[in-house]
Structures are given as C-alpha cells and as structure tokens.
C-alpha cells in the first residue's frame, strides 16, 4: 500500500485548505484510515480517522467542528477538510491506513500499518 498526501500550503488563520490523500490498493475500501500531524519537536498526534464503512468517523477535541474527514473508495481517496484554521494547526500533516482496522485504536499511531509522506500546512497569524 502506498499513501501520498498533497494539499498542504501556507494559509492566514481563520482561511480553509483541503488535503487529500491518495491510496494504492485493490481492497482500499476495507481500509480503516486517519490523519495525523507532527508539530516541530512535537510527537506526532491524531487529527481525525475515518472507518471502511465511510460512515463512522472521529476527531481530536482540538479539531473537532473545524475539520472534517471523508473518504471516496471509488477513487482509493481520503480528504480532510480544514477549516477555521488557527495557528496552532501548523504541522506536517500525515495520512495513514490500516488494512485490517484499528478496532478502538484509531487515534493510536501504531494502530496504522502504512504512512503517507506528510504535506506541510503553515497557518499564519
């Protein structure tokens, strides 16, 4: 499985941006999926995770009601939708899948098999 993210880029704070992620894999659709992001000198964290089913999803508290996490399995794709950006949201942020689910383990990082190369997102003040 290969994961590349693209989508990331400077944006003033309160301003959207919209990462997708682009997967390999015939059995994609069978893919627990999520979105991390790394700080500098931060550990990596969870942002947001989307199950196979495409219906039940899960955010960290902090971006809760600001991001939105979806899936198009016809398309092997994954998106996360950023909006009312603040500041603090500046990371590398990483997509990441688990082939055979991550049961309660979503916001676990080794809960995911398979990692994307990051895309950076810079939220200015």
């Known amino acids: 499985v290969q994961l590349q993210a693209f989508g990331g880029g400077l944006v003033q704070a309160g301003g959207s941006l919209r990462l997708s992620c682009a997967a390999s894999?015939?059995?994609?659709?069978?893919?627990?999926m999520g979105w991390f992001r790394q700080a500098p000198g931060e550990e990596r964290e969870f942002v947001a995770a989307?199950?196979?089913?495409?219906?039940?999803?899960y955010y960290s508290d902090s971006v809760k009601g600001r991001f939105t996490i979806s899936r198009d399995n016809a398309k092997n794709m994954v998106y996360l939708q950023m909006n009312s950006l603040k500041p603090e949201d500046t990371a590398v942020y990483y997509c990441?899948?688990?082939?055979?689910?991550?049961?309660?383990?979503?916001?676990?990082?080794?809960?995911?098999?398979?990692w994307g190369q990051g895309t950076l997102v810079t939220v200015s003040s």
């Open positions: 894999g015939r059995t994609f659709s069978s893919y627990g």
């Open positions: 990441a899948a688990a082939p055979h689910g991550y049961g309660g383990n979503y916001y676990q990082p080794n809960a995911y098999t398979y």
């Open positions: 989307i199950r196979a089913s495409t219906i039940t999803t």
